[in-house]
């Protein structure tokens, strides 16, 4: 099967991505145990060449779907995000032009970023992070097993923060930088609907800079499907 990605004089693979208007090159590298190695696109939400186009990117997605809402629903957006020290910056730009951009159409329309979800191995060490004692009630979680880890996670946060901010707002988007598996994405939407009741799965959409996409269905996977929309698509390719 041919490669997506490219390959530099000093032996080096590559993927070339366009993002506003920029090419940027996304170096390979080899993840997974031996005899299921595979080889992805690294992207690097952090690097300002990444961070500053990609939120301009995803901004012009929120937008093109905000203004398809109705007008109730368009004046108060919230926006999700999973815990990422990498991420964080990018998805604090995306509310900030986001915002910007939804006041010129209505000056009363609101655009905030939930970002005080909370992973860790066990439940006792959510819930330490969060600041809550063992037997503290105002606490919700899932579990999940993102790519990155070999184990399952723990996802948690305070119930009664999230509950009051989803009661505020009308519309609500899971933004992250990469959908894989969609297992952290499917962890967030099951703690909104623990918290918000089964009203809030109709107003769950998903925005991310890129979908991994395996080399062998690269072609036919569609950058909207499903709920989740994304500005590019990288692909895995298996090594061995």
Known sequence: MPTYFKCSPEGQYYYPVKIDGQVIDLPGKIVGPDGKRVRLAWLRPELAEICQPGAAEMTKILTRLIGSLEEARAAHILLLTPPSSKSGTMMELVAEQLNEAMQQQNPKSEVNLFNAFVKGDTEAEVRKKLGLTAHDQDFEYVEYQPITSPVTKILGVRKSKLKKVLEQHEQFFIVDDV???????????????????????????????????????????????????????????LVD
């Open 179 to 237: 959908y894989s598996t969609g297992a952290t994405i499917d962890a967030i939407k099951k703690l909104m609907i623990k918290v918000g009741g089964q009203s809030a799965r109709e107003k769950i959409q998903t925005v991310t800079l890129a979908r991994e996409v395996d080399a062998e269905k690269f072609e036919q996977q569609s950058l909207s499907e499903s709920g989740v929309h994304s500005v590019i698509k990288i692909p895995t390719e």
